[in-house]
């Protein structure tokens, strides 16, 4: 059995925000090492259901084998962003709840031939599904236009200019195969200065990261089939690790929230617009200071959650 170490952040905090029914139905979108569905298997009574999905086949082999015996357990391979799709197939088209905890795994960052980490030298890969394009492919591939755009956008990468052509010089000498010849690469091509607050790839790993696994579009895609399926009364609830998750989350939600779009000087409603939604907490949730002294990937962690309405 694969050791899928991960801590699963936010976790009562995530838990609590779905108001588990314990003759619900639930979909851990993120199943990872399987903490938040277990946590929400200890909330479900004996008829209570809960869909554990992930892309990541260490992840499927996890879960599966931790939850095996569980009746209330049904684990599935297979993007969050296609919940809708593979709940249809168990013959599921509405639940009480869905949790997402987003971004890469522990297991993931610390599983060296992964290609995740720029701490330790293994093949360019960050596939979390471990098939299709390799970071490797990208970063030998795209043009120059394409990567500064990958770096600033998914990285707020400031130096990203410098950067891409520090990749492109060396990738015409030789195909850049290593995390480690990628870190170097971005350590010789940033300002003295930024080599000494942190480590200066960690926003260029970040970016291609994201670039590789189409996180923001899964994320855009994964919201949207989440809500649909969720039954009038359910909840979502998300996780996020990034500036950039965050705000597609959070504006995601508001449109969900928004009620009538009239003129404030209109006397009635005209529109007919209704919130479709309401959410559980204004502001999102984050670590407190016992989290944060155990767990330090908890420190960017921020918890949103809605309700649906209609």
Same mark, same amino acid.
């Given at each position: 059995?694969?050791?899928?170490?991960?801590?699963?952040?936010?976790?009562?905090?995530?838990?609590?925000?779905?108001?588990?029914?314990?003759?619900?139905?639930?979909?851990?979108?993120?199943?990872?090492?399987?903490?938040?569905?277990?946590?929400?298997?200890?909330?479900?009574?004996?008829?209570?259901?809960?869909?554990?999905?992930?892309?990541?086949?260490?992840?499927?082999?996890?879960?599966?084998?931790?939850?095996?015996?569980?009746?209330?357990?049904?684990?599935?391979?297979?993007?969050?962003?296609?919940?809708?799709?593979?709940?249809?197939?168990?013959?599921?088209?509405?639940?009480?709840?869905?949790?997402?905890?987003?971004?890469?795994?522990?297991?993931?960052?610390?599983?060296?031939?992964?290609?995740?980490?720029?701490?330790?030298?293994?093949?360019?890969?960050?596939?979390?599904?471990?098939?299709?394009?390799?970071?490797?492919?990208?970063?030998?591939?795209?043009?120059?236009?394409?990567?500064?755009?990958?770096?600033?956008?998914?990285?707020?990468?400031?130096?990203?200019?410098?950067?891409?052509?520090?990749?492109?010089?060396?990738?015409?000498?030789?195909?850049?195969?290593? +995390?480690?010849?990628?870190?170097?690469?971005?350590?010789?091509?940033?300002?003295?200065?930024?080599?000494?607050?942190?480590?200066?790839?960690?926003? +260029?790993?970040?970016?291609?990261?994201?670039?590789?696994?189409?996180?923001?579009?899964?994320?855009?895609?994964?919201?949207?089939?989440?809500?649909?399926?969720?039954?009038?009364?359910?909840?979502?609830?998300?996780?996020?690790?990034?500036?950039?998750?965050?705000?597609?989350?959070?504006?995601?939600?508001?449109?969900?929230?928004?009620?009538?779009?009239?003129?404030?000087?209109?006397?009635?409603?005209?529109?007919?617009?209704?919130?479709?939604?309401?959410?559980?907490?204004?502001?999102?949730?984050?670590?407190?200071?016992?989290?944060?002294?155990?767990?330090?990937?908890?420190?960017?962690?921020?918890?949103?959650?809605?309700?649906?309405?209609?």
């Amino acid at each position: 059995m694969i050791n899928f170490s991960h801590i699963s952040v936010l976790l009562s905090q995530s838990v609590d925000m779905l108001s588990v029914k314990p003759d619900g139905i639930y979909v851990d979108g993120t199943a990872g090492g399987g903490g938040h569905s277990a946590e929400i298997l200890k909330r479900l009574g004996e008829n209570g259901r809960l869909f554990s999905i992930d892309r990541d086949p260490d992840a499927i082999e996890t879960v599966t084998k931790r939850f095996e015996g569980d009746k209330r357990s049904k684990v599935l391979h297979g993007e969050f962003a296609h919940m809708k799709e593979l709940l249809l197939k168990e013959g599921i088209e509405k639940v009480d709840g869905v949790i997402l905890d987003l971004g890469v795994s522990s297991h993931q960052l610390d599983t060296a031939q992964r290609g995740f980490s720029f701490h330790e030298d293994a093949p360019l890969d960050m596939r979390m599904s471990q098939q299709g394009t390799t970071a490797a492919e990208l970063v030998n591939t795209l043009d120059y236009k394409e990567l500064c755009r990958i770096l600033s956008a998914y990285g707020e990468e400031k130096y990203a200019p410098s950067i891409v052509r520090g990749i492109i010089k060396a990738r015409e000498e030789k195909p850049i195969e290593t +995390t480690l010849e990628l870190a170097e690469i971005v350590k010789a091509n940033v300002p003295q200065k930024v080599r000494r607050d942190g480590h200066p790839a960690r926003k +260029t790993f970040q970016a291609i990261r994201i670039a590789v696994n189409d996180e923001f579009g899964q994320l855009e895609r994964g919201l949207a089939s989440a809500f649909d399926i969720l039954k009038t009364g359910g909840r979502l609830s998300v996780i996020t690790f990034h500036s950039i998750e965050d705000r597609i989350v959070k504006q995601t939600m508001a449109q969900w929230c928004v009620g009538c779009t009239c003129p404030k000087d209109f006397p009635v409603c005209v529109c007919g617009n209704k919130p479709k939604a309401r959410l559980v907490n204004k502001k999102p949730v984050e670590a407190d200071n016992e989290e944060l002294d155990f767990n330090k990937r908890s420190r960017s962690a921020k918890l949103r959650g809605l309700e649906k309405l209609v």
